[in-house]
């Protein structure tokens, strides 16, 4: 037993500094999970509203279920600590985190698990349970144990960390009239009546109903005023999006030459692509030209084809991408790089509708549709010479301006999952989603690349985040000031806030501005600290910075080699003294 009274404080200090408020956004974190400070008696009321109006027993199963999802979550932290202590140790993160946010204060009685082998049979005791509490207050002493959001959490915790289904029970409770609660929990098979049990674990018939009759309704409303569905890689509700989609959607129907517009990243061609599937042309050729990346000298045997002979090393004759395009759709990406020459070519391609190839004097006409694009002003170009006008008016019929991702913050959580979801199928992994303060930083993130960027950081975040994890901020983002982390403040061993830590974080602003201390100094500090802390393993103490492993391993070698040279020049190349960071 004294063992166990060992463990159960042993995670205190580590789960409390898990905690972070943030005064300047009025965020509380858990870790990366954003929490709630809610009136017990606000949720007293709501649970007795809850057993009002759905009956006891269909309000129990609606709470144990909610129970059961917090625990789940609270379980990702123990599987972060798992990989530091026992695993009796990581487990006890559960009953602390359960203490720390209010609920009821846990004592562990008899704890034995062995995640390997699937063993696990745990007892705890529950005291000053706010669910007890409230359920008495409004309803009197009752015959059944009545701690049905505590038991679901329980329950949740321990499957998720068990990694197989864990059954809890009250044996005793406060709610019954008993001085406390006590519960025990083991495998779901080794209870005779586990089915009763597990019950409430799956969702009511009548609340599914009325979940589908409500989704319907949202289906409904969603498709009043709409005209046409999204293509299937077309993702946008903000008003930017559609409006631009709209525009898209109108153009389709004519064969119009199309301008589209927008920074670098934004999904110019994808807009091409769609306006292309749209349109009668969806079953005639494709073609994309980045016009950027083609050798001035060769921009315009590329676009219109070249004949034998046309030019050294000209040895047969080439279709240009206007033939091979022929009755399709053609896309000229970074139109502004377009040779002054090519495009008065162009122009009599879009008005007389041939094309004349490199060393060949014969006409051959073409049926193409053009789509432009680029991403800088082509006005501005023109009046600085650098665009022929009558090109521009003859594009600028119809213009599409695509809007930058900074200005579609309504978009991003939806392209983020979607991007998971490709990612996640890219590299085998099954991934369960965001965490709440990565979803954050998604949605406060200025995205100067546009949509392309968060492509990127969601795959580097696929590939960083562990297999069954939820991807984090320091996934996604390789420094913590481009996530647009604020102070946060952290809970002392008092339960105060810890204010005195963000104004030492101040003071050694100022000592670093004042030249008291380099920013070397501070960063040897903040490794040493954590690698102490971590007792040696540098797979922890990364974490702890926020760096890769690799990342650690590098700054600690770069240390190493500082105090090397340093103690040489000291005390000389014989002294032989112990350098740090070995």
Known sequence: MARLHSIARGPAEDVRAQIRFCPRTGQIWLHEHRMLLVHAE???????????????????????????????????????RSQECSDAEAFMVGPQLHTLEGIVQVTPVRLELDRLSGRFYGEFLWENSWEAQWHRHHYGQHEDPVCWTQIGYACGYASAFMGRPILFREVECAGMG?????????????????????????????????ID????????????GEKEVLPADMLGVSPGFRQAFELLRQGARSQITVLLLGETGVGKELFARALHAMGSRRDKPFVAVNCAAIPA??????????????????QCARAGRFERADGGSLFLDELADLPLPAQSKLLRVL???????????RARPVDVRVIAASNV??????????????????????????????????????????????????HGKKLRGFTDKAKRALLTYDWPGNVRELQNMVERGVILAPSGSRIEVHHLFSCQS????QGELGLGADGNLDAAAWDTGRDLCEAV?????????????????????????????SRMLGLTRPQLAYRLKRLHEAAASREVQEDGPETGAEIPWR
């Not at 006005?379 to 010479?385: A, H, I, S």
């Not at 200005?407 to 998971?420: G, N, P, S, T």
Request: hydrophobic share 40%; proline share 3%.
């Open 351 to 361: 008005q007389d509708r041939e094309i004349e190839r490199l060393g060949d004097h």
């Open 377 to 426: 002003d082509l006005q501005r170009l023109v009046k600085e010479g650098r665009f022929r006008s009558d090109l521009y008016y003859r594009l600028n019929a119809f213009q599409v301006e695509i809007p930058p991702l900074r200005e579609r913050k309504e978009d991003v959580a939806f392209l983020a999952k979607r991007f998971l979801e490709k990612y996640g199928a890219v």
């Open 42 to 80: 606000a949720q007293g009321l709501l649970r007795k509203e809850l057993i009002d109006s759905l009956g006891m027993d269909r309000a129990r199963g609606l709470l144990t279920r909610m129970g059961y999802a917090s625990g789940v979550r609270d379980a990702e932290l123990a599987r972060i």
């Open 213 to 224: 009759l409500q989704t319907q309704v949202v289906q409904l409303r969603s498709s009043i």
């Open 482 to 485: 481009a996530a647009g982390q």
């Open 297 to 314: 000298e060769l921009v315009e045997a590329e676009l219109f084809g070249v004949e034998r002979g046309a030019y050294t090393g000209a």
């Open 513 to 541: 501005f004042n030249g008291v201390r380099t920013l070397d100094q501070v960063e040897a500090m903040l490794i040493e600290t954590a690698v102490d802390k971590a007792h040696g393993n540098l797979s922890a103490a």
């Open 178 to 210: 008993h001085g406390s609660c006590r519960i025990v929990g083991k495998p779901a098979e080794e209870w005779p009546d586990a089915a009763e049990q597990s019950r409430y674990f799956t969702p009511d018939a009548i609340a599914d109903q009325l």
